[in-house]
Every structure is written in structure tokens, then in C-alpha cells.
């Protein structure tokens, strides 16, 4: 079973528009990790972001984090029809190796 | 250098038979993951190496499923007397974790491009 949500679980928009996508987990973490995965193809590693950090960008990505809610929020902007995707936050725990993926958001950015 | 190659990239199986699904990682990466997506799911972890030793097998979802690592390179996913419940892409990652001492780590994980497993 995979922990927390990430919602919402699809979202439309036009070009141009700007996307966000959340993501809820339960369990304290040491780092959490924003990856694409576009139809058929493997997970593209997009953004990592610390525990002891609250926000990061690259490029047209901006990503924060609050852990004392527990929450992340991945925020693209000027959306283009490549954008278009499943995102997954995965949460690396504070013990152990592995990243726990939430269900993920499917994005559809309309040209 | 290349990314994380799988092969294969597709395969069919009767239910009952036993097949092996590669992963070659990232040249220098110590850690290597294997995880099990469903359709319209995010991946599950299965099983975690550090070079040749499995630290971490709690994931796999049954005794059919072996992972072996040999010499901390390629490593083999094994699922025996394959079920239609595996009917799975299947996903290798690696990543260079952190070393006492050492710079941050590069905690990211860099998948493949998985192994689609149908079985019948």
C-alpha cells in the first residue's frame, strides 16, 4: 500500500496556465522527490527537496515543502503540451532507502 | 555515461512459467532498487541492494519473487510460476548514496525505462 495522497488525482488546463499538485504523506521524512512519467515511459527524476528545506525551483519548476503539515506542492508554470504527464511525489523515509510513491496526478495541458 | 537500461522491455508469459527481468544500472552506482507498478498506480518498492548485498527484500510481494545482485553490477528479478496478479511494469532504479564523511548525498533515484509483464 503507498502512504499518503497526492491530489488532485487528474487535472486539464490550457497552455500557458500554470499546474499545482499536492502531496500529503503521514510519516516524517528526510527528503521528498517530484518525478514525471510520461505515457509508456520511466520516471524522470524532476526535483529534490530536504526536510530542512522549504522551497526550491529549477527552471519552471517551483517546489515547497511544510513539514509540520506534512505537505508538498509542485507548481509548473507557462505550461506547455509536453507538459503533459503523470507526476508522482515519492518520499524517501528518515530510516531506510526506499522512496514510497503516492498515486500520482496526471496533468493534461491543452494546446 | 548511459542511463539505466532493463531488459527486456516487453514480456508475455503463460501463467505458471518463471521469467527473469534485467537491470543494467548507472555505471559507479552502488544502490540499486527494484519496484512493481500497476496500471494507474505509482510504483511500490520491492527490494533494495547496496553493491551485492540485499539489505532490504520487504517488498516482494511473495516467495516467488527472488532479486539477486552478484557482483553489485546487473542485477536479475526473478518471479517463479508467474501469477496474473504480477501483470506489472517493471522498475530498476539506482542512485549513489550518501558516504560518512562525503558530500551531500545524491539521493536521487534514476529509473529505466521497466519491463511490462503480461502474463496470461
Known amino acids: 500500500s503507498q502512504q499518503g495522497e497526492e491530489d488532485p488525482q487528474a487535472l486539464s488546463i490550457q497552455e500557458g496556465e500554470n499546474a499545482t499538485m499536492n502531496c500529503s504523506y503521514k510519516?516524517?521524512?528526510?527528503?521528498l522527490q517530484w518525478y514525471r512519467q510520461n505515457s509508456g515511459r520511466g520516471l524522470v527524476h524532476l526535483i529534490l527537496i530536504r526536510s530542512n528545506e522549504r522551497e526550491k525551483h529549477s527552471g519552471r519548476l517551483r517546489v515547497t515543502l511544510d513539514t509540520s503539515k506534512k505537505s508538498s506542492s509542485l507548481l509548473i508554470t507557462a505550461s506547455r503540451a509536453a507538459d503533459t504527464a503523470s507526476y508522482f511525489c515519492?518520499?524517501?523515509?528518515?530510516?531506510?532507502?526506499?522512496?514510497?510513491f503516492g498515486a500520482g496526478t496526471i496533468l493534461r495541458v491543452k494546446s | 555515461g548511459a542511463g539505466v537500461s532493463q531488459s527486456p522491455r516487453y514480456k508475455v508469459a503463460k501463467r505458471g512459467q518463471d521469467v527473469a527481468l534485467r537491470c543494467d544500472p548507472i555505471s559507479g552506482h552502488v544502490s540499486l532498487f527494484w519496484y512493481q507498478q500497476a496500471l494507474g498506480q505509482g510504483p511500490e518498492f520491492l527490494t533494495y541492494?547496496?553493491?551485492?548485498?540485499?539489505?532490504?527484500k520487504s517488498g516482494l510481494p511473495s516467495d516467488r519473487f527472488f532479486a539477486e545482485r552478484p557482483e553489485g553490477s546487473v542485477s536479475t528479478l526473478k518471479i517463479q510460476r508467474t501469477q496474473q496478479e504480477d501483470s506489472a511494469v517493471y522498475l530498476c532504479a539506482s542512485s549513489s548514496p550518501r558516504l560518512a564523511g562525503g558530500p551531500p548525498s545524491t539521493d536521487t533515484q534514476y529509473f529505466g525505462p521497466g519491463t511490462r509483464l503480461t502474463v496470461l
Open positions: 541492494f547496496q553493491n551485492e548485498a540485499q539489505l532490504d
Open positions: 510519516t516524517s521524512i528526510n527528503n
Open positions: 515519492a518520499r524517501s523515509p528518515l530510516y531506510g532507502n526506499k522512496l514510497v
